[in-house]
């Protein structure tokens, strides 16, 4: 039972460049989260889908977009990566209603 | 949305010592989680916590909803309990996360 997975675990990018992220969970869960960490700080919600064929958006979606492909997968985009776009991503799930979201191992992701 | 405060940011213990962190926020949630990020950067569930008290091991929780706070106790800290850890309030289906606080456990 490997719970969430991402892919890949490191990333370098060329401003202006683009990048999917990808984001598996095999427990069933009907919602899934993107986030990212900078340094020193919490996460912070990119977007989420709280049941399969819905996305909304978080608190920082500028310059992202996301989808969710089906129960399993919710993969996250950049269409033209930005430096300051550089920082830890972190995909999570969880079953719904009052339950803990379960995290992957993150994304480390620099662009230069 | 809402804020998330912690403290204190930083704590450094002796190996063996107790310690209590706590996250405020700033209005009504659904539900609280206590995060610890371990040194390779891993997110670990601690508790799922909305309102009262739960216990696992060295480490309990407590929190009180109408007063909008929430307590992690680490009793007997470990070198292993080092890391940042997290509370994290839950608004329906978003979360908002707090800055954490950087425990460093010494031996």
């Known amino acids: 039972n490997a719970g969430v997975t991402q892919t890949p675990k490191f990333q370098v990018l060329k401003t202006g460049q683009s990048m999917t992220l990808q984001c598996a969970q095999d427990?069933?869960?009907?919602?899934m989260y993107w986030y990212r960490q900078d340094p020193g700080m919490g996460l912070r919600l990119i977007y989420y889908?709280?049941?399969?064929?819905?996305?909304d958006k978080g608190e920082v979606p500028n310059g992202y977009n996301v989808s969710r492909l089906n129960k399993r997968e919710f993969s996250l985009r950049l269409e033209s990566a930005a430096p300051s776009q550089t920082s830890v991503y972190f995909c999570a799930s969880r079953q719904g209603g009052n339950q803990p979201q379960h995290f992957g191992d993150g994304t480390r992701l620099s662009i230069l | 949305g809402i804020q998330v405060e912690q403290s204190p940011p930083d704590l450094i213990l002796q190996e063996g010592a107790n310690s209590t962190l706590r996250c405020n926020f700033s209005?009504?949630?659904?539900?609280l989680q206590w995060f610890h990020q371990n040194p390779w950067g891993q997110l670990i569930n601690l508790f799922y916590i909305p309102s009262g008290t739960k216990q696992n091991g060295r480490l309990s929780a407590t929190t009180v909803a109408t007063e909008r706070y929430s307590l992690l106790y680490i009793s007997s800290s470990q070198t292993t309990d080092s890391g940042v850890y997290f509370c994290?309030?839950?608004?329906?289906?978003?979360?908002?996360f707090g800055s954490g606080t950087k425990l460093n456990v010494k031996p």
């Open positions: 209005d009504s949630v659904n539900n």
């Open positions: 994290a309030v839950v608004d329906f289906n978003k979360f908002y």
């Open positions: 889908s709280a049941s399969e064929g819905t996305t």
């Open positions: 427990m069933n869960h009907n919602s």
